[in-house]
């Protein structure tokens, strides 16, 4: 582990490799630039950050990382729990354990398989195409704007169409329901708050108290909906994963016919972490790719060929093209590629896994770490950026994802891991790709990005303001800083605005 001090534990190493980043940086920049000022040290090692938070053990190797989450799967950490509860109530996929969470974990799954997305294509490409409104308002304006404001957007009303059959319509207009979610959120907090004022604020409870309300009346209202829709034999069914989900619900049970109060309340937990882990992951995925696609030109030129190449150069023929023929999204070797690489570069998650008595973790080089007591943060930015497994690691390389094994490129087993593996691997991570592909398709087609880091810096210059000298580093949620300011303008032949609307009907 790294040098202790005996009063101090870890802290003052943590803080002074904190001091020379920018304050809002994510706190998984952490272990990779321990490492780095301790090249000795290994990928797995100890850190001690009593009285702010729990010990932890971190795992940055992909053999040990396959130990404790596929060979044997630890659970998630009470810290992760804690965090969660005043959202979700415990009874979330994400934290749940043992057979409640495989109960329902099997529930859901029928939902997010790519066979029963691929019918919701449709719906995905209407929000997509508001999205694509609002960027056409940002290039006859001339304004700068974040990207991150709109990605979230739109990935909340991708969720809720796709989980609810709710048009949540938060691209166009305030939704209470949604607005309650963003303040909840932002009142979360995880037990290793250094501030005592954030980790123990007297509102606190109040407000989740007051947010959780006005989430869970709307949520109710919704889910009566669809079993009225269902009950009613003029009513189409509806494709959302909820509905699905409650089909396979009463079907475990001949004496069940309608909503009960346990799936709505499991049902509830599940909408509010699907809407929050769901639009801030896929929302900062779709920035960076923007982010790297705007300073590497010819790979831009190739996602755009591979594009054109599948569905045709005609924005609006590519529209009518993916409603009905989605299965073309699975034609997209390099626009996988490039996803591939941005997750590796900037994952927008980890796992936080509770240690186990008599459960240790071996390395390759034989060193055994024991977990009992620890919080086992299983990290995958400081692996998926590590020499050891990735040559030149620090490049934008989506190459390295379409050469054959025998290429140095070629990646190692299990050492990319956004989605982690195993029996907790993320249940989304199809919609995820599936969201991302689309969204690239009939954003590139229309529109030239350009990341303008520069204006920002002018107005506003604070040092540091770079990770290992990136600009667009991770913040607290592993979004990128600043929130990815840009500004657009049409690419060459891209439709007019009067356009989008013709193309959502």
Same mark, same amino acid.
């Given at each position: 582990?790294?040098?202790?001090? /005996?009063?101090?534990?870890?802290?003052?190493?943590? +803080? #002074?490799?904190?001091?020379?980043?920018?304050?809002?940086?994510?706190?998984?920049?952490?272990?990779?630039?321990?490492? $780095?000022?301790?090249?000795?040290?290994?990928?797995?090692?100890?850190?001690?950050?009593? /009285?702010?938070?729990?010990?932890?053990?971190?795992?940055?190797?992909?053999?040990?990382?396959?130990?404790?989450?596929? %060979?044997?799967?630890?659970?998630?950490?009470p810290d992760l729990r804690n &965090?969660?509860?005043?959202?979700?109530?415990?009874?979330?996929?994400?934290?749940?354990?043992?057979?409640?969470?495989?109960?329902?974990?099997?529930?859901?799954?029928?939902?997010?398989?790519?066979?029963h997305l691929m019918t919701l294509?449709?719906?995905?490409?209407?929000?997509?195409?508001?999205?694509?409104?609002?960027?056409?308002?940002?290039?006859?304006? #001339?304004? $700068?704007?974040?990207?991150?404001?709109?990605?979230?957007? *739109?990935?909340?009303?991708?969720?809720?169409?796709?989980?609810?059959?709710?048009?949540?319509?938060?691209?166009?207009?305030?939704?209470?329901?949604?607005?309650? =979610?963003?303040?909840?959120?932002?009142?979360?907090?995880?037990?290793?708050?250094?501030?005592?004022?954030?980790?123990?604020?007297?509102?606190?409870?109040?407000?989740?108290?007051?947010? $959780? $309300?006005?989430?869970?009346?709307?949520?109710?209202?919704?889910?009566?909906?669809?079993?009225?829709?269902?009950?009613d034999p003029n009513t189409a069914?509806?494709?959302?994963?909820?509905?699905?989900? *409650?089909?396979?619900?009463?079907?475990?049970?001949?004496? %069940?016919?309608?909503?009960?109060?346990?799936?709505?309340?499991?049902?509830?937990?599940? !909408?509010?972490?699907?809407?929050?882990? +769901?639009?801030?992951?896929? +929302?900062?995925?779709?920035?960076? !790719? &923007?982010?790297?696609?705007?300073?590497?030109?010819? !790979? @831009?030129?190739?996602?755009?060929?591979?594009?054109?190449?599948?569905?045709?150069?005609?924005?609006?023929?590519?529209?009518? %093209? @993916?409603?009905?023929?989605?299965?073309?999204?699975?034609?997209?070797?390099?626009?996988?590629?490039?996803?591939?690489?941005?997750?590796?570069?900037?994952?927008?998650?980890?796992? =936080?896994?509770?240690?186990?008595?008599?459960?240790?973790?071996?390395?390759?080089?034989?060193?055994?770490?024991?977990?009992?007591?620890?919080?086992?943060?299983?990290?995958?930015?400081?692996?998926?950026?590590?020499?050891?497994?990735?040559?030149?690691?620090?490049?934008?390389?989506?190459?390295?994802?379409?050469?054959?094994?025998?290429?140095?490129?070629?990646?190692?087993?299990?050492?990319?891991?956004?989605?982690?593996?195993?029996?907790?691997?993320?249940?989304?991570?199809?919609?995820?790709?599936?969201?991302?592909? !689309?969204?690239?398709?009939?954003?590139?087609?229309?529109?030239?990005?350009?990341?303008?880091?520069?204006?920002?810096?002018? @107005?506003?210059?604070?040092?540091?303001?770079?990770?290992?000298?990136?600009?667009?580093?991770?913040?607290?949620?592993?979004?990128?800083?600043?929130?990815?300011?840009?500004?657009?303008?049409?690419?060459?032949?891209?439709?007019?605005?009067?356009?989008?609307?013709?193309?959502?009907?």
């Amino acid at each position: 582990m790294p040098p202790y001090n /005996p009063i101090f534990g870890h802290l003052l190493v943590a +803080g #002074k490799i904190m001091a020379k980043l920018p304050t809002d940086s994510h706190n998984q920049y952490l272990p990779g630039l321990i490492r $780095r000022a301790y090249p000795d040290l290994g990928p797995n090692f100890y850190m001690d950050t009593w /009285p702010f938070g729990s010990p932890i053990l971190f795992i940055c190797e992909p053999s040990a990382l396959h130990q404790i989450t596929q %060979k044997h799967s630890l659970p998630k950490h009470p810290d992760l729990r804690n &965090f969660l509860y005043p959202l979700a109530n415990g009874l979330d996929i994400v934290t749940m354990e043992g057979p409640m969470w495989k109960k329902w974990r099997n529930i859901y799954n029928p939902g997010f398989s790519l066979a029963h997305l691929m019918t919701l294509t449709p719906v995905i490409v209407r929000e997509t195409l508001i999205f694509c409104e609002n960027l056409q308002h940002y290039v006859e304006r #001339k304004e $700068r704007f974040q990207m991150k404001t709109l990605t979230d957007k *739109l990935a909340i009303d991708i969720i809720g169409t796709v989980i609810l059959d709710t048009e949540l319509n938060t691209q166009r207009s305030q939704n209470v329901m949604v607005d309650s =979610l963003k303040r909840q959120i932002r009142w979360l907090v995880f037990g290793s708050k250094i501030n005592p004022w954030e980790r123990w604020h007297p509102f606190r409870p109040l407000v989740h108290w007051y947010s $959780r $309300r006005q989430i869970n009346n709307y949520l109710y209202k919704e889910l009566d909906r669809h079993m009225l829709e269902q009950q009613d034999p003029n009513t189409a069914t509806s494709k959302s994963i909820v509905s699905l989900a *409650l089909q396979t619900y009463l079907a475990e049970d001949d004496t %069940k016919s309608a909503i009960d109060s346990t799936f709505r309340t499991f049902a509830i937990s599940q !909408i509010k972490l699907f809407l929050f882990s +769901g639009h801030d992951t896929t +929302g900062s995925t779709m920035c960076y !790719i &923007f982010y790297l696609l705007s300073t590497n030109l010819e !790979i @831009l030129k190739r996602v755009r060929n591979e594009h054109s190449e599948t569905f045709g150069s005609d924005p609006l023929a590519t529209t009518q %093209k @993916l409603k009905e023929e989605p299965y073309l999204l699975n034609q997209l070797p390099y626009t996988v590629a490039v996803i591939k690489e941005t997750m590796r570069l900037f994952p927008a998650a980890s796992s =936080l896994r509770g240690g186990e008595p008599g459960f240790n973790v071996s390395d390759t080089e034989g060193r055994v770490f024991p977990t009992d007591g620890f919080l086992v943060w299983a990290v995958s930015q400081p692996l998926h950026r590590d020499p050891s497994y990735w040559l030149q690691p620090e490049r934008f390389l989506p190459d390295r994802w379409l050469v054959g094994p025998d290429d140095p490129l070629y990646p190692v087993k299990g050492a990319w891991r956004p989605f982690e593996y195993g029996p907790r691997s993320c249940i989304a991570q199809e919609l995820a790709m599936m969201e991302i592909k !689309i969204t690239m398709v009939l954003v590139l087609q229309r529109f030239d990005i350009e990341i303008v880091y520069g204006e920002v810096d002018k @107005l506003n210059p604070r040092n540091p303001n770079t990770v290992a000298g990136e600009r667009a580093y991770q913040r607290t949620l592993a979004e990128p800083s600043d929130g990815l300011p840009c500004r657009v303008k049409l690419a060459t032949a891209a439709p007019m605005a009067s356009s989008y609307s013709s193309s959502l009907s």
